[in-house]
């Protein structure tokens, strides 16, 4: 994965096909203990919004791999006393080797990457959310040992999800449907950049039609209905969203092997049900684990091993 070294993730779409292949590939091989890399650098972590799984993946990845993480909480640094991002980042790009921050607008973190010289990882903004969609091409792929041809329905917001589902189901050839209430729908602009990178050669749907969403399905995928930020219009979305729950009832139109994927933290009994969640066909957990898996191989791709 020489080809990574050195180079930002904010999207998705930063990578191609092939690079996706390698990561996954990496990651599967750390994973089962057939590759042991080290990589003696440190992780600076920049979350403008709460994280458990990101943060601690990103923390144990980067240990495992023998480096360092430094938690730059933005509560206790100048950040929040009004420093330019433009200062922060020129000053942090010389003091770690690589940063990974969660924000709220795509555009700081594209601005923090434009002043710092190392690697910037997107952690999840309002917009994308790149690392976890490794972690769940990881999963599906562990599932049906291939990616391309298979159909995967995600169900809910049209948030970052779905946005960086579009683009990594695209960018893999596997079908996405993206199921949700009208005027819910994905971003625009990222529904017709993933279509230009499907080329016709696999599908991307939006649709409100949850049950024709999810027939056939191998995949079904859903998140919360109010996403960091929206928590004031959570309870108003419940009767609105209702139909797009992953319930017993829907799973039974995917395909009889399908697997069900969240990217957690779940309202259990509002987006899934803790039927399904804790189902037979729930990879959740798995897909869980995963993110520390991806994320160390997309650190020591980024960074190269020592």
């Known amino acids: 994965m020489e080809a990574l070294k050195g180079r930002d993730l904010l999207s998705l779409a930063d990578l191609n096909a092939e690079e996706i292949q390698g990561l996954l590939h990496l990651a599967t091989q750390l994973k089962s203990g ?5 990589c003696n650098k440190v992780l600076g972590l920049l979350f403008y919004k709460a ?18 993480v430094i938690d730059l909480n933005p509560n206790v640094t100048q950040v929040s006393r009004g420093e330019p991002l433009a200062d922060t980042a020129r000053v942090l790009d010389r003091y770690l080797d690589i940063m990974a921050i969660r924000t709220f607008d795509q555009r700081d ?12 990882i997107n952690a999840l903004s309002d ?61 625009i602009s990222i529904l017709e950049q993933a279509r230009a990178i499907a080329a016709g050669r696999s599908e991307v749907m939006v649709t409100n039609d949850a049950k024709a969403a999810v027939s056939g399905a191998q995949v079904l995928y859903t998140d919360v209905w109010a996403s960091m930020g929206q928590e004031d219009s959570a309870d108003a979305r419940i009767p609105i969203f209702q139909p797009y729950q992953v319930n017993d009832q829907l ?14 933290p779940a309202h259990r009994d509002e987006e899934i049900t803790d039927a399904v969640i804790e189902g037979s066909q729930s990879r959740v957990w798995d897909q869980a684990e995963n993110r520390m898996h991806a994320q160390k191989a997309l650190l020591v791709s980024l960074l190269g091993a020592d």
């Not at 291939?146 to 050839?173: E, F, I, P, Q, V």
Request: glycine share 8%; hydrophobic share 45%.
């Open 251 to 264: 799973l039974k139109g995917a395909a009889k092997n399908a697997i069900v994927l969240h990217c957690l």
């Open 51 to 68: 994280s458990t799984r990101t943060r601690v993946s990103f923390s144990v990845a980067m240990y495992q791999l023998g480096g360092q």
């Open 109 to 120: 973190l594209e601005a923090f990457a434009s002043y710092a010289k190392i690697p910037v």
């Open 34 to 38: 057939e590759v042991k890399l080290r």
């Open 127 to 187: 917009l994308e959310h790149p690392c976890q969609v490794l972690a769940d091409l990881l999963t599906v792929q562990e599932c049906f040992g291939s990616l391309a041809g298979l159909t995967l329905t995600y169900l809910g917001d049209g948030n970052n999800m779905a946005n960086s589902l579009m683009l990594g189901c695209a960018l893999m050839g596997m079908n996405v449907r993206i199921a949700t209430p009208p005027e819910y729908e994905p971003d």
